[in-house]
């Protein structure tokens, strides 16, 4: 990262979602808003990838949900969504990428390849998390909320919530 006149050369980073809830407990039946440290819907920028056992965790960048703080902290790939390449200029981003050792950030072609790939994967965790067990009723997922992967025959996403059709 070079310093400019005016501060940190800006990088070029995946920016992605928070999910706004998420299942959570035996079979998924309880709704949890967001994460443990982020808000649901907060902005957050991938500073790390590990693609080792199918790019499940990510190491973001993001305000802390009590303390609005700038944190880095690995996630669950599933928890976000919306990932989308983005040139970064906040000079807390970029500071915070010091400390994963990635200074500077992705170049624009990878940052477009690795948040095509990151959506594909979130999209899969999410569908394998709970694969037998039905939504709670009035589920707010985020599957549910979005429609993602409705199956054939099925025409809203509240209908994923409601069990079998007969």
């Not at 990510?58 to 703080?69: F, K, P, S, Y």
């Not at 965790?125 to 694969?131: H, K, T």
């Amino acid at each position: 990262m070079k310093e400019t006149g005016t501060g940190p050369e800006p990088a070029w980073l995946v920016a992605a979602n928070v999910v706004a809830w998420r299942r959570h407990g035996a079979d998924g039946q309880q709704l949890l808003p967001g994460t443990k440290s982020f808000k649901g819907g907060a902005k957050v920028y991938v500073a790390a990838v590990y693609w080792g056992p199918g790019g499940d965790r990510l190491t973001v960048i993001g305000r802390e949900r009590h303390t609005c703080r700038w944190i880095v902290i690995d996630t669950a790939t599933r928890h976000l969504y919306g990932f989308r390449p983005k040139l970064v200029h906040t000079p807390r981003v970029l500071a915070r990428l010091d400390d994963v050792r990635n200074r500077r950030g992705f170049g624009p072609d990878e940052a477009r390849t690795f948040s095509e790939t990151l959506e594909r994967y979130a999209q899969r965790d999410r569908a394998e998390q709970f694969p037998h067990s039905p939504h709670p009723d009035h589920c707010l997922c985020h599957v549910c909320l979005t429609g993602e992967g409705v199956p054939p025959g099925r025409h809203s996403p509240t209908s994923l919530c409601a069990g079998p059709e007969s």
